[in-house]
């Protein structure tokens, strides 16, 4: 990675994540990994962009799993794809309720790389935010009684999402 880019800095991954990045590497090589290790920044940014208000369990952070997705798809297929962003969902620290709402959107994600394989960034930009607003992915918000609770993205705004609690379950090499 660092022949592409000489600031590369790792990211801690499970075993599934680094058998998953190795399988790709071995089909298609270093250019391809370091590609998919850019998308992570690429979908934060976007996410950023769009929906700088809920990054975190809202809206911003539905549309970044959406996006992180569907560009994955479109350049590595669907199947690498879930068997890549599962793993990382695994990683530890998501309560259930956000691995549940990570999952579903990252398969939202999926469908539409697959289904507009040739779209461009700003284009899946674009459905992506359309499939927000017509509420087909996931969000938290309150309940009301203090926890959250996942909901469908259009029955809140970006304002009144919430964050779900961690279980603080250390990371791997985390103490």
Not at 63 to 86: C, K, L, P, S, V
Not at 131 to 158: C, D, H, K
Request: charged share 25%.
């Amino acid at each position: 990675m660092r022949v592409y880019d000489s600031e590369f800095e790792p990211k801690m991954m499970t075993s599934e994540e680094i058998e998953a990045l190795e399988d790709l590497f071995t089909e298609q090589g270093p250019l391809a990994a370091y590609r998919q290790a850019n998308m992570v920044d690429e979908a934060r940014a976007a996410a950023t962009e769009n929906f700088p208000e809920s990054l975190d369990d809202g809206h911003g952070d539905a549309f970044r799993h959406i996006y992180w997705n569907a560009r994955m798809t479109q350049e590595f297929g669907e199947d690498w794809t879930q068997t890549y962003a599962t793993a990382h969902e695994k990683s530890g620290g998501n309560p259930p309720n956000r691995e549940a709402m990570d999952l579903f959107n990252n398969q939202v994600g999926r469908e539409i790389g697959a289904q507009y394989p040739d779209a461009s960034p700003e284009e899946l930009q674009e459905i992506i935010k359309n499939r927000i607003e017509a509420g087909g992915v996931l969000v938290m918000a309150p309940n009301g009684q203090g926890s959250p609770v996942i909901t469908w993205s259009n029955t809140v705004s970006e304002s009144e999402t919430t964050i779900a609690p961690g279980v603080d379950v250390p990371l791997p090499g985390q103490r």
